[in-house]
């Protein structure tokens, strides 16, 4: 009974209880889903802490409300660099090396290998076709125009899996392909 009676008495005692009180709900958001509740939880308190120190005066009050001003992003900035290492912050964040379709494949890798690179049409390509590079037959996709067969084609770009092709502009310095080229089964 003393006790309430003393802090009804010191309005900067319910100003620092209800600080910290704030602070130990905002903490607790940081760590313990609550699907906000501890955040506003802490507003809440802050907010009525900073009535309390208007119950001061109006100096300490103003003073008080600056000091938050600057508290508050100060610890938001710190729970925002120290959640991602929180058991709650690395369940929902992933790490690159944990999803599978974050990291590139060998597939990929080997494709990428190929820009610049020059290789044959196998087919005719009116959009997309086969080429071979090296050796390697590939699926392509023509660039911008139709690439008949045996043409000398370079690789412009990967975008996804397939491989993207022009016409070369150099002179083909290789006889015709030992392979037969690929008929079209659609073409009529």
Same mark, same amino acid.
């Given at each position: 009974?003393?006790?309430?009676?003393?802090?009804?008495?010191?309005?900067?005692?319910?100003?620092f209880?209800?600080?910290?009180?704030?602070?130990?709900?905002?903490?607790?958001?940081?760590?313990?889903? +609550?699907?906000?509740?501890?955040?506003?939880?802490?507003?809440?308190?802050?907010?009525?802490?900073?009535?309390?120190?208007?119950?001061?005066?109006?100096?300490?009050?103003?003073?008080?409300?600056?000091?938050?001003?600057?508290?508050?992003?100060?610890?938001?900035?710190?729970?925002?660099?120290?959640?991602?290492?929180?058991?709650?912050?690395?369940?929902i964040?992933l790490?690159?090396?944990?999803?599978?379709?974050?990291?590139?494949?060998?597939?990929?890798?080997?494709?990428?290998?190929?820009?610049?690179?020059?290789?044959i049409?196998? +087919?005719?390509?009116?959009?997309?076709?086969?080429?071979?590079i090296?050796?390697?037959?590939?699926?392509?996709?023509s660039?911008?125009?139709?690439?008949?067969?045996?043409?000398?084609? +370079?690789?412009?770009?990967?975008?996804?899996?397939?491989?993207?092709?022009?016409?070369s502009?150099?002179?083909?310095?290789?006889?015709?392909?030992?392979?037969?080229?690929?008929?079209?089964?659609?073409a009529?």
């Amino acid at each position: 009974m003393f006790v309430l009676f003393v802090l009804m008495l010191y309005p900067i005692l319910w100003t620092f209880l209800f600080l910290g009180a704030a602070f130990i709900a905002a903490v607790l958001e940081v760590f313990l889903p +609550s699907a906000g509740l501890f955040g506003v939880l802490a507003l809440a308190f802050l907010v009525t802490s900073i009535v309390f120190s208007f119950q001061i005066n109006v100096v300490v009050g103003s003073l008080y409300t600056l000091f938050v001003c600057l508290l508050v992003p100060v610890f938001l900035w710190g729970a925002l660099r120290l959640w991602p290492r929180t058991w709650i912050g690395r369940r929902i964040l992933l790490e690159p090396g944990e999803d599978p379709a974050l990291v590139p494949d060998e597939e990929q890798q080997a494709l990428r290998q190929l820009v610049g690179k020059q290789g044959i049409a196998k +087919s005719k390509m009116l959009l997309g076709g086969h080429v071979e590079i090296e050796g390697n037959r590939y699926s392509a996709v023509s660039d911008a125009e139709p690439i008949e067969s045996g043409e000398l084609v +370079s690789v412009l770009r990967i975008e996804g899996t397939s491989v993207i092709v022009r016409k070369s502009r150099l002179k083909q310095t290789t006889t015709s392909p030992d392979e037969p080229p690929i008929e079209d089964p659609f073409a009529s």
